[in-house]
């Protein structure tokens, strides 16, 4: 009989505590709503796509937004390595990787872009899915005019840190490069 009555009081105490938390204010109407109002549900309406690319209305992509080029600048990390750090700029041409080398420390100021020439090879490489034939890998011979290495830079790993770059960004199978 105890235990009953152990298990009364514990019922009765749950029943108090989730009828004190069900919602309803002093006057007994749920909260958040006055009287006669209906209360918000938590369900959306979700919002519509653009068919084009499928993406909510309220998040398309800038069209006044300029379209930037990718480019891989090898370049000093504060450790003395060099890493590839990903940049971004108008239109991927030499002019505008060698500027980036100059930026990020590769090449000392005054290094200038002369050209860039690409000539096929004897390699090829496996196409993907899809296509007819093997792409042909191409080598290119890149010239600059007032090389110097950046600062901390020995000669030859900021020729080296060029030609990773050059040969990254112009998918080039070997880069020669020429210093005038």
């Given at each position: 009989m105890r235990r009953f009555a152990i298990v009364l009081a514990m019922i009765m105490m749950t029943a108090l505590?989730?009828?004190?938390?069900?919602?309803?204010?002093?006057?007994?109407?749920?909260q958040g709503s006055a009287a006669g109002e209906p209360m918000e549900t938590s369900a959306s309406v979700?919002?519509?796509?653009?068919?084009e690319?499928?993406?909510?209305?309220?998040?398309?992509?800038?069209?006044?937004?300029?379209?930037?080029?990718?480019?891989?600048?090898?370049?000093?990390?504060?450790?003395g390595s060099i890493k590839g750090q990903m940049e971004a700029a108008e239109e991927l041409n030499g002019e505008n990787v060698v500027?980036?080398?100059?930026?990020k420390g590769t090449l000392a100021e005054g290094a200038r872009f002369v050209s860039l020439e690409e000539k096929d090879s004897d390699e090829t490489a496996a196409a993907g899915p899809g296509a007819d034939s093997a792409a042909?890998?191409?080598?290119?011979?890149?010239?600059?005019?007032?090389?110097?290495?950046?600062?901390?830079?020995?000669?030859?790993?900021?020729?080296?840190a060029v030609i990773d770059t050059f040969r990254e960004n112009f998918e080039l199978g070997a880069v020669e490069l020429r210093l005038q």
């Open positions: 505590s989730v009828s004190a938390c069900g919602g309803e204010n002093a006057a007994g109407n749920p979700p919002e519509e796509t653009n068919p690319n499928g993406l909510p209305l309220s998040k398309q992509p800038d069209a006044t937004a300029p379209v930037l080029a990718s480019i891989i600048v090898y370049a000093p990390e504060k450790d500027a980036l080398l100059v930026e042909s890998i191409k080598n290119g011979t890149v010239t600059l005019s007032g090389f110097a290495p950046g600062a901390g830079l020995g000669e030859d790993t900021a020729k080296q």
